[in-house]
């Protein structure tokens, strides 16, 4: 047996993802769909791994669940090169005296659909195909809509998904021509997901767990791997933009999953950002400190309805992952920081004139945090951070059009 599901709340083991798929992606005995993957692999065999130069995250099979190679679809994601942003750098030495490094891992080189996302459509595609699943039907923002779309119709399953209506209009494009099928919800992205949840279960059809689902989680832990191969070491700080936060719990998995074999691969401080017109998890965060993190602090957080924000990748009103994502956050001593969406495409021309590089509107976000961090004082002397950009300006055409 190569892995097996463990549910976090009653600790229940699913052999593996054919018997997960079959119990509707939730725990016989409790009903909780919050599992970890576990490997019987042998960790310390990861370093001969870090020598060779892979072109997708597929390097680090052995601690992926999936069987058997040849069901692997792949576009050339998660294998990105690290770049280091010697203009970030400076800055934070002219203005605050602050020596640091900053490495950007650019999302918008994935050779799917140039996100995030890509990573996590790749594993749920191979998944698919190597246990017969054939529809599947998911609610987003956008990026996993996109992601999803291309690489399912790789994999022959029938795609069905649902955006709030504040969704880029490139997305549907790109989704219809993917052949997946698109439904605009006549409200915000917290009414897209009911409507999922209702097509789930009158069709009888696979529904994403969201950002706890183990093939997300399972796929993006692999940064660790990369970040461990590229830079020796891990990052001090972690920074990225957050919506719902698969990002922070991915890499928290793939620290727990390393660090006995490596004890000096640490978690790193975490910095999540999100824009002033959709903080919800900032505002949880703010409560919580001004209590004192008080038990069940993660629980209390606001729900913004039909947040009006141009970013609508992060346009996630109701944050329901907070009370997983905000432990990890503090676990690491770690913080939420807002940045001012008015602000975003000057910094983003900033990045074109400095690196001839459009990202997207996600990805400033992104870097935005980092000059709020060092504001704020969160940032210190002789740290190497490392940038999670989500996406390039190919999936948000309409900003990238306002530089």
Not at 218 to 227: D, G, L
Not at 235 to 246: F, K
Request: proline share 5%; charged share 25%.
């Amino acid at each position: 047996m190569k892995y097996s599901l463990v549910c976090k709340k009653c600790g229940h083991v699913t052999e593996n993802f054919a018997q997960w798929l079959a119990q509707d992606q939730c725990c016989p005995e409790c009903g909780s769909n919050h599992v970890d993957v576990r490997y019987t692999a042998d960790y310390s065999k990861l370093p001969e791994l870090y020598k060779q130069s892979p072109d997708s995250f597929w390097l680090y099979f052995d601690y992926l669940p999936l069987e058997h190679r040849e069901n692997i679809i792949s576009c050339g994601e998660g294998a990105i090169l690290i770049e280091e942003w010697d203009f970030m750098e400076k800055y934070a030495l002219e203005k605050y005296g602050i020596h640091c490094q900053v490495m950007v891992y650019r999302n918008d080189l994935n050779g799917g659909t140039n996100t995030f996302k890509d990573v996590a459509a790749s594993m749920a595609a191979s998944i698919f195909k190597e246990n017969g699943v054939k529809e599947f039907c998911v609610a987003s923002t956008g990026n996993t809509a996109t992601a999803y779309s291309k690489y399912l119709a790789k994999a022959g399953v029938n795609f069905n998904v649902f955006v709030p209506d504040c969704v880029c209009k490139d997305t549907v494009e790109e989704i219809k021509s993917h052949g997946q099928h698109i439904h605009i919800a006549d409200g915000d992205y917290a009414y897209a997901k009911k409507l999922a949840a209702a097509y789930h279960k009158d069709n009888h059809v696979l529904i994403s767990a969201g950002n706890i689902d183990p093939i997300r989680v399972e796929a993006k832990k692999t940064m660790v791997f990369e970040f461990m191969r590229q830079l020796g070491r891990m990052p001090d700080v972690y920074v990225q933009a957050v919506a719902g936060g698969t990002g922070p719990i991915a890499v928290d998995k793939g620290v727990r999953d390393i660090s006995p074999v490596f004890p000096e691969v640490k978690l790193p401080r975490m910095l999540l950002v999100q824009q002033d017109t959709c903080d919800p998890m900032v505002q949880g965060w703010e409560n919580a400190v001004k209590a004192g993190f008080p038990e069940g602090y993660e629980k209390n957080y606001p729900v913004i309805d039909n947040p009006q924000t141009k970013v609508s990748i992060l346009s996630t009103g109701n944050p329901g992952m907070f009370p997983i994502v905000a432990p990890i956050v503090h676990k690491s001593g770690g913080t939420f920081l807002r940045v001012k969406e008015a602000d975003l495409v000057d910094l983003a021309r900033l990045v074109k004139k400095e690196r001839n590089v459009v990202l997207g509107p996600a990805s400033i976000v992104c870097l935005a945090g980092f000059y709020q961090a060092l504001e704020q004082g969160e940032i210190h002397d002789g740290e190497m951070l490392l940038m999670n950009t989500g996406e390039g300006a190919a999936r948000a055409k309409e900003f990238a059009n306002s530089l």
